[in-house]
């Protein structure tokens, strides 16, 4: 079912607790309308509930930790938890329950144009590419092709559905700002600019169809990557494909687009250190934190919380450790955090099984098998609460991110700061860091 609300409490009025207007300004006051592909919620089954799922904020959603730091209020634009996305039925009652709770506004994808819009068009075809890599698979293991035109339409399709959501709420001349993040959402710009010209858009994030995609984030206001080499290749390409000059602004990049100047800037994005502070300070955390020490006495204890990218590489690089040092068999252990993966698939799948293997005769090889204090390599399936994180980053020793290719990856902040911020924990760790993360710009002090 496609989602299209007419019901009157989708409008800009209805943000939760506004604060009083602008000084000086007529009419509601500025809003930020945060655009991603998810909205920042979390839903799990409930009978009780007239949609079937309670819904709750979700802490670790990039896009809720970003707005907090934003001057105004915020409505958030996106899709439905996966978890109960295909299991909702669309209706004016959600919409307006999510808008009046919790400032979210739902985009309702049916199940085929999202799956060839995220699935296919995005993660099989655009993350890749924008890694420096071709996609993954070939077409004959997940059915597709390398380019798939359909997967593309589903693309536009799905970004045209996204832009009329915004078009429902927004309010130019009240001054509403549109935050667009991430690849998904590259061709929004487009929709939105021609339906409302003066809408104020920003887009943060780091082929057959290049040109098109460029001129789609060209038509936002503002252009936001992770790293100069992101910002500085996006300039670089634009001037390339398109022949569009670039030019400096008081220290940034701004690129000349049909008589506008669009800002290039980059925005390093770090972690909620309330939120990490509220949960070191947890009680849940500290008997962690002291469970975690009794079960690895005397071990070093090394600890990564990922997506499965590069999660076999580590398990094979600690195996080629321990041939070369037998001594430490029994004085480490690798504690791997898997959060759930953001795609689906076979591909996804065929590596989770090719992961599991490779730990299961890991730790068989080296006389430790299966799961406990004597393995030497710990899988724990998440989602995982904040509070347990936060104890496994103050207890861990050392931090391995081995991600093949990352945009970003901010699990060694994360490991830090809590090991800076824990009540009783050593404040030394080490941080192991592949060269292909984002982060490990900024993080020159990190073994790679």
């Not at 009025?13 to 592909?37: C, K």
């Not at 934003?70 to 996305?85: H, K």
């Not at 008589?259 to 009680?283: E, H, N, W, Y």
């Amino acid at each position: 079912m496609q989602g299209s609300s007419s019901s009157s409490c989708v409008n800009p009025s209805l943000a939760v607790a506004p604060p009083p207007p602008v000084a000086g300004a007529d009419g509601p006051p500025a809003r930020r309308i945060v655009v991603a592909h998810r909205l920042p919620l979390r839903a799990s089954p409930d009978q009780n509930s007239p949609f079937g799922f309670a819904f709750s904020l979700d802490p670790d959603a990039l896009s809720l930790q970003l707005s907090r730091g934003l001057p105004a209020p915020v409505t958030d634009i996106g899709t439905l938890p996966a978890s109960a996305e295909s299991k909702i039925v669309p209706s004016d009652e959600l919409d307006c329950y999510l808008l009046e709770n919790f400032s979210c506004l739902p985009v309702h994808l049916d199940g085929n144009r999202h799956a060839e819009f995220y699935d296919g068009f995005c993660k099989h075809y655009l993350w890749p590419l924008l890694h420096y890599m071709l996609p993954f698979t070939p077409a004959d293991v997940v059915g597709r092709l390398r380019f798939d035109a359909a997967s593309y339409r589903a693309f536009i399709a799905a970004n045209r559905q996204f832009a009329d959501r915004v078009i429902q709420v927004i309010s130019p001349d009240a001054g509403d700002l549109v935050i667009v993040h991430d690849y998904h959402l590259w061709a929004l710009p487009t929709f939105l600019r021609r339906k409302c010209p003066r809408a104020g858009v920003g887009s943060i994030r780091s082929v057959p169809v290049r040109n098109e995609l460029l001129r789609g984030l060209l038509n936002a206001d503002l252009v936001g990557f992770h790293t100069f080499d992101y910002a500085h290749q996006f300039v670089s390409c634009c001037s390339r494909l398109l022949g569009i000059s670039n030019t400096s602004l008081h220290g940034h990049m701004g690129i000349n687009y049909h008589g506008r100047t669009v800002l290039v800037k980059i925005f390093s994005v770090g972690v909620d250190m309330g939120q990490l502070r509220a949960a070191l300070a947890s009680p849940e955390a500290a008997a962690k934190a002291k469970e975690i020490a009794e079960a690895y006495r005397g071990r070093v204890i090394m600890v990564d919380v990922d997506l499965l990218k590069g999660v076999g590489l580590k398990f094979l690089a600690l195996e080629k450790m321990l041939d070369a040092h037998k001594d430490m068999i029994r004085q480490v252990v690798l504690v791997q955090i898997n959060n759930p993966a953001r795609s689906r698939g076979r591909d996804v799948d065929a590596v989770r099984v090719e992961t599991q293997r490779i730990e299961q005769r890991i730790n068989r090889r080296f006389g430790v098998d299966g799961a406990g204090g004597s393995a030497l390599i710990v899988t724990i399936d998440g989602p995982v609460p904040m509070c347990e994180k936060v104890a496994y980053y103050a207890a861990a020793d050392c931090c391995v991110v081995s991600a093949v290719r990352d945009g970003l990856n901010r699990i060694p902040y994360f490991y830090t700061v809590c090991r800076e911020e824990a009540p009783g924990a050593r404040k030394s760790g080490a941080v192991i860091l592949s060269e292909f993360a984002g982060c490990s710009a900024s993080l020159g002090g990190a073994i790679a």
